[in-house]
């Protein structure tokens, strides 16, 4: 009988386990609060600094949040899930608290990069928890369910962070310190472990250059599966289209859509400038994951991870592209839907893909390696930015389509490798 089956987490069906139920309402909470100021961390470094300088402190943050995710992959794996999960939370906390303290931008900004790093050691092994208790078969589902507290957090957030961020940004951020120590708490008394090599094998005394040494040579095991890699450069060309609704798509909404009336109602308007329209458009993606991100997962989770990830990049890319052919307020909303679409029925397969194809020894360090190509993406992805000063719309837009169609073939060549090594696509 399996541990799982020991504690009574599930019986022939999934049943949610205290575990999960007590990281769905800390990280639900937490989400809300982070779209409150997250939208407009750019805006306020770059008022207080200038925008050309938040442009390139803004690109050093996923480089400490690679580090830490790789470093908490590994921590998950030899440690366990919940210390990680606790060192993560804390940390988090602790940069808060000196963010609603802070005199100075750059204490501020180092605050940032702090609560990054903290989310970072945290994500892979509170992942990887998931798939340590939710049998195979229900990943995508229990995946889909946590895509769908945080995105209620991603609707309502950026609304109410309009008012709070920039009026009672002190608040706010203790608001944040307090929920995130709540959190802690609740992890240190509910949280029980999960990961199979923390319960079941002695743990051997070493050095911290033994242990680093040990991880690095890991993520150098995994990075040589010739099958891995090829996922996750498929990844990072599929992520640059959809990252594209925070990157291009404010910069084409704020130039090239001009402010217009959402309605007409007895001879009277409901006008728009073009920064409400895109507010609008973020939002409205925000609350099509709310309310299909469920509906849409049990329509394709039937489906082979291979079509999934093929229709997800097509609709990304395609969707995206159309975005510069018209400018009428309707016909973007009529746009987001299919971007958005790609968007989510790629969530709940990639990590359900992960959690499949890792080995139970190492599944922290895969998913730590996994988020790489979100890092990497959130590199590539400003690329649309730059080239905008010279290249005109419909050229990044093509451009943009040009990265999906490069990871649609990527895919394909994927789940051919993965046919040949025997493994269920």
């Not at 050095?207 to 990072?236: E, M, N, T």
């Not at 291009?248 to 007409?264: K, R, T």
């Amino acid at each position: 009988m399996t541990l799982h089956q020991k504690r009574g987490v599930f019986v022939g069906k999934f049943i949610w386990d205290t575990n999960l139920k007590v990281r769905l309402i800390g990280e639900g909470l937490f989400n809300l609060l982070f779209w409150m100021y997250f939208p407009f961390i750019t805006m306020y470094f770059g008022e207080a600094l200038g925008y050309q300088t938040a442009g390139l402190l803004m690109a050093v943050p996923p480089v400490f949040g690679m580090l830490g995710s790789l470093l908490g992959g590994a921590l998950a794996d030899r440690l366990g899930r919940r210390p990680v999960m606790l060192i993560g939370t804390v940390l988090q906390t602790l940069m808060f608290a000196c963010f609603a303290l802070s005199p100075s931008y750059w204490i501020d900004y180092i605050s940032f990069i702090g609560i990054g790093i903290g989310g970072a050691i945290y994500r892979p092994a509170s992942s990887a928890m998931v798939a340590d208790l939710v049998p195979a078969q229900h990943l995508r589902r229990a995946f889909a369910t946590f895509s769908t507290s945080n995105n209620v957090g991603a609707v309502l957030g950026p609304v109410l962070g309009a008012i709070f961020f920039f009026h009672y940004r002190q608040e706010l951020l203790w608001t944040c310190t307090v929920i995130l120590f709540l959190y802690f708490i609740a992890i240190n008394h509910l949280v029980h472990e999960t990961c199979p090599s923390s319960l079941n094998k002695e743990r051997e005394p070493s050095s911290v250059l033994h242990v680093f040494k040990k991880q690095w040579h890991g993520y150098g095991i995994i990075f040589r599966d010739k099958v891995f890699l090829v996922y996750i450069v498929a990844g990072i060309f599929a992520l640059i289209p959809i990252m594209q609704l925070d990157m291009y798509l404010p910069v084409y909404v704020m130039e090239h859509v001009p402010p217009q009336a959402m309605f007409f109602w007895k001879g009277d308007s409901f006008m728009l400038s073009s920064k409400e329209i895109f507010g609008w458009l973020v939002g409205f993606n925000g609350l099509l994951f709310v309310l299909f991100i469920l509906p849409v997962t049990k329509w394709f989770q039937h489906w082979k991870e291979r079509n999934v990830f093929i229709l997800s990049s097509l609709l990304a890319g395609a969707g995206t592209f159309l975005v510069g052919v018209n400018s009428n307020i309707w016909y973007l909303f009529f746009i987001t839907i299919i971007f958005t679409f790609g968007e989510m029925v790629r969530s709940p397969v990639t990590q359900s893909f992960i959690s499949r194809y890792a080995p139970g020894h190492a599944r922290g360090q895969y998913m730590a390696a996994d988020s790489l190509q979100n890092t990497i993406g959130k590199f590539l992805a400003p690329i649309t930015v730059f080239l905008s000063s010279w290249v005109p719309p419909m050229g990044i837009f093509s451009l943009i389509l040009g990265f999906s169609l490069i990871s649609i073939m990527l895919y394909i060549q994927l789940f051919q490798m993965d046919v040949e090594r025997g493994i269920s696509v």
